[in-house]
């Protein structure tokens, strides 16, 4: 059974520009989270999706956002990139996203912004 | 924030001693979950414990669920190069999972 597929795996982008990250799931999954992972920071909740709908949001700024479609996809879009940006972005799937089913993790896509 | 609390954030063990990481909730918690990151790698989930003063070994480790939901340990004895990595805990309530910030386990040969 394949895992959770993150693409790209590595992406360098410049101030100002936009980026989306890509997620798929492990097969029959139907939730799909986002995490930020900075040094010293955790994980740090973005969003949730579970059947194409934002089920659970983090404390992020409207310049990040995400979509699920119709085969569980997820893809998360930053825009007017900072800084700050920099960082491993974990997605992770899980049949239902009840709290009480482990989560699957991608390898994650790291972002650096220059 | 985070609602979960992790300590200690490092934990520099000798090779062949025991340690212990802390997860603290100021609510109560439906579950907890433990979860290992090697350097490079992503996390990967060890266990889960749902049950008041639940207790679950996993060879070399301990996991340990409060009396009253709102805490839990992970104590590792005769700790080994290959325990190096983060280890989160994961506490559910309100139908969402919380990360605590981690504890990195580096080890001296």
């Known amino acids: 059974k394949a895992g959770v597929t993150q693409t790209p795996r590595y992406l360098i982008k410049t101030r100002g520009q936009q980026v989306t990250l890509s997620c798929s799931p492990i097969s029959g999954h139907r939730s799909v989270s986002w995490y930020q992972q900075t040094p010293g920071q955790g994980l740090q909740f973005l969003f949730e999706?579970?059947?194409?709908?934002?089920?659970n949001k983090g404390n992020f700024p409207g310049r990040f956002s995400g979509r699920q479609f119709s085969n569980s996809r997820s893809e998360m879009n930053v825009s007017t990139l900072e800084l700050g940006d920099s960082a491993l972005y974990l997605c992770?799937?899980?049949?239902?996203?009840?709290?009480?089913?482990?989560?699957?993790f991608g390898d994650g896509t790291r972002l650096s912004i220059l | 924030g985070q609602q979960v609390m992790q300590i200690p954030q490092y934990q520099h063990v000798q090779e062949g001693e025991d340690f212990t990481t802390y997860c603290n909730s100021s609510?109560?918690?439906?579950?907890i979950q433990w979860y290992k990151q090697r350097p490079g790698g992503h996390p990967v989930f060890l266990i889960q414990?749902?049950?008041?003063?639940e207790v679950k070994k996993q060879k070399r480790l301990t996991f340990q669920f409060g009396e009253a939901k709102k805490n839990s340990s992970l104590h590792i004895t005769a700790t080994q190069t290959t325990d190096v990595g983060t280890y989160f805990c994961a506490g559910g309530y309100d139908y969402k999972l919380s990360f605590g910030a981690g504890t990195t386990v580096t080890v001296r040969a």
């Open positions: 609510t109560t918690l439906s579950n």
């Open positions: 414990l749902v049950k008041s003063g």
């Open positions: 999706y579970f059947s194409e709908t934002q089920r």
């Open positions: 992770a799937s899980s049949w239902t996203g009840a709290s009480n089913q482990p989560q699957h």
